[in-house]
C-alpha cells in the first residue's frame, strides 16, 4: 500500500522560513517522481516543484530561487525548503508521486498524494 505523509506546515511571518517533509512507504521512491503542489482556497492545484527520479528538479516560476527541492531516497523522504515566504505562498501543500510523468505541472499525472499541509504566511 502506497502512502505519503507530509508535516512541517504551520504559520509564518512574510520572509520567514519553513522546511516540509514528506515521508513515503510502500515503493521504492528512488524511481517516481516526486513533486510539490499546493492549493489556496478557490484556486486551482498548483505544481511548484518536481524532482526527477535522475536528481534533476524543475520549479514553478512563483517559487523559483526561493523553495529548493529535495530527496533522500535512502531515508524515502521527500523535503521541501521554503525561504522569503510570502502571503501568497499561503496554502495547503501536498506531495505527489508517479511513475510516469510527462507534464510535471499537471497534477493528473502523478499517481499517488499525501492529506496535505497547511501553510499560512501573514504579513
Known amino acids: 500500500q502506497v502512502q505519503l505523509e507530509e508535516s512541517g506546515g504551520g504559520s509564518v511571518q512574510a520572509g520567514g522560513s519553513l522546511r516540509l517533509s514528506c515521508v513515503t512507504s510502500g515503493y521504492t521512491t528512488s524511481t517516481y517522481y516526486m513533486g510539490w503542489f499546493r492549493q489556496a482556497p478557490e484556486k486551482e492545484r498548483e505544481g511548484i516543484a518536481t524532482a526527477d527520479p535522475d536528481g534533476s528538479t524543475t520549479y514553478a516560476n512563483s517559487v523559483k530561487g526561493r523553495f529548493t527541492i529535495s530527496r533522500d531516497n535512502a531515508k524515502n523522504t521527500l523535503y521541501l525548503q521554503m525561504n522569503a515566504l510570502k502571503p501568497e505562498d499561503s496554502a495547503v501543500y501536498y506531495c505527489?508521486?508517479?511513475?510516469?510523468?510527462?507534464?510535471?505541472?499537471?497534477?493528473?499525472?502523478?499517481?499517488?498524494w499525501g492529506q496535505g499541509t497547511q501553510v499560512t504566511v501573514s504579513s
Open positions: 505527489a508521486a508517479g511513475l510516469y510523468v510527462a507534464d510535471r505541472t499537471l497534477p493528473s499525472e502523478f499517481d499517488y
